[in-house]
Structures are given as C-alpha cells and as structure tokens.
C-alpha cells in the first residue's frame, strides 16, 4: 500500500523548538478497489472514432501514472476480450487463464452531445470583494461507459461518466475535437477517481522525552522514516522497559502502514505505564486498520 509521509512539528512552550507530532498522509478507500499492487490495462475500446479512442485511452494511462497508485497499459492489440455473466468474468478465448492481479479495462464511448445553455460565473472585482455574472454558455458532454473486472469479478459493468464541460460563449473551442478532448480528459478523470485511493492526512504525536532518541525522531523529522523505525526497533530490542521508545516504534511503524504490528507495539507501551496520548493514538491506528481492511475487501 502505497503511503507518503510528511513531517510537520508544533512548537513547545520553551525557547526551544521541539518537534512533538508527526503528520501521516494515507490511503482512503476508493469506491471500487483494484488492490494494492494490480496489473490494470485497456483491452477493448469500442464507440466513437479511432481517434477519441486512442486519446480515451492516453489520458487512462496519464492520470493514472499521475496519481501515482497504479498505471494503466494499452494492451488492445493482444486480443484479450471477455463477457460478463452474472458478475463473473467470461473470456472469450477459453484458454485464456486470468490471474487473480489482473484488471481490466472495456470501453464504451457513448456518442457526444452539444446543448446550449446559460450558467454563472464568478469574477472578482476587487481584494474582497465578488460579484456573480450570467453569461451565455455552451456545454459538451461525452458520455463514457467502463467496464472493468478484477480476476473473476466484475467491478463495474457498464459504469458511465459524462464527460461534461461548459464554455461561456468568449471561450468555447471552435475546433469540435479540441472540445471533445477536453470532455473525454473529464470522464476519464471522473473514473480515476472511483479507482484510485485518495491521500488523507492524520497527525499522531511522537513522545521527545527520551533523550536518547531525539537523534532519531529528528532524522524521522527529515522523512527518514522507515530509517528510524529501524534503529527504534534496535534501541527497543535493547531497551525493552523503555515506554517512549516502544510508543515512538508504533507511531512510525503506524505511518509506514504496518497498522496490526503498531497496534501490538502501543499496547506494548501501555502496559509499560505511557502517557495519556498513547491510548489516543492507538485509537487512531485501530480506525486506519479498520479502513485499510474495508478497502481490501
């Protein structure tokens, strides 16, 4: 699971600046869960013209390399085709294996629509100051349809995003295939959304008050996490009776995603007499897991 960790630290009431918390940014579930590593790939476009469908598809592998969880691969021209039946999969070539990895992707686009309207704009007409303005608009819409199954299972069939766009008149593309770019990048956008996880940012506080280890809560300070849960876990494994060190040990194990082995590690330091703080922290680790775990469902 992937997780990226940023450090921010509060200031103490002395004239020193001591660092006390640390900010983990996380994965939250998305709406249909590919799993933490999969093999996603375009097999089947259909709809449309040749060309929105190959930029239909470069816009499927760009703002899923961009969202950095998975990429998606063009693999249309190696024949992988398959029906849905009740949920399940069915290749059509019956000596296709699937492996339980493996998503993919069927797309349908649906024809495009251009409709008149009017919609308000905001624009600002001074430092505080905003008035809304009604302006005649025009709007395309491209409708999109994906299907996409993970091993046996259907995930989606037949799931459609509108690639909806308004213009007021002054800016609407003259060209009609910029416009449909512009719609087509918008489904796609809308449907990379209900795959991919989206980063939640929670605060858990570190506990400074062994000397010893400010070295290494510093050095985790300066994005060495995984670093400094390594040389906690070897401070630990010498000072076993230490509550900071096995509290300090579970924060950073709960920032690396290791949700069940930081719990273990704040009960842990408890039962060796920590601080109030602790049982809050674990309370939150407990949350993450919980999450982590509907997700993985």
């Known amino acids: 699971m992937l997780l990226v960790i940023i450090l921010s630290f509060a200031l103490g009431s002395c004239n020193m600046a001591i660092p006390k918390y640390t900010q983990i940014q996380s994965e939250y579930p998305p ?59 069915v ?40 008035e809304e303005e009604t302006v005649p608009a025009m709007m395309t819409i491209l409708p999109i349809a994906f299907t996409v199954t993970k091993g046996e299972d259907v995930l989606l069939n037949e799931r459609q995003y509108d690639g909806k766009v308004v213009w007021s008149i002054d800016d609407y593309p003259v060209d009609y295939r910029e ?27 570190l506990d400074y008050s062994n000397e010893e280890l400010k070295p290494i809560l510093d050095a985790a300070r300066d994005g060495q996490v995984r670093e400094a849960a390594t040389q906690i876990e070897e401070y630990v494994a010498k ?21 069940e082995k930081a719990l273990n590690y704040y009960d842990e330091a408890l039962s060796l007499g920590g601080k109030d703080y602790y049982t809050e922290s674990k309370t939150n680790c407990m949350k993450r897991l919980s999450e982590y775990q509907e997700m993985a469902e």
């Open 91 to 130: 290749m059509t070539d019956e000596n296709m294996d699937v492996n339980t990895d493996d998503a993919y992707i069927k797309i349908n686009i649906i024809a495009s629509m251009r409709q008149d309207g009017r919609t308000t704009i905001t624009r600002r007409t001074g430092i505080l100051g905003t």
């Open 239 to 259: 000072n076993s009776n230490s509550a900071s060190a096995v509290y300090n040990l579970a924060v950073l194990t709960d920032a690396l995603g290791d949700y």
């Open 179 to 205: 416009r449909l770019e512009v719609a087509t990048g918008k489904a796609v956008e809308e449907f990379i959304a209900d795959i991919t996880p989206r980063s939640i940012s929670r605060r858990a506080r």
């Open 31 to 89: 709406n249909y869960y590919l799993g933490d590593s999969p093999n996603v790939s375009v097999v089947e476009a259909e709809g449309a013209t040749r060309r929105i469908q190959d930029i239909t598809i470069q816009e499927l592998t760009n703002q899923s390399r961009s969202k950095g969880y998975f990429t998606i691969e063009n693999k249309i021209n190696e024949g992988i085709r398959f029906d849905t039946q009740q949920g399940k999969v």
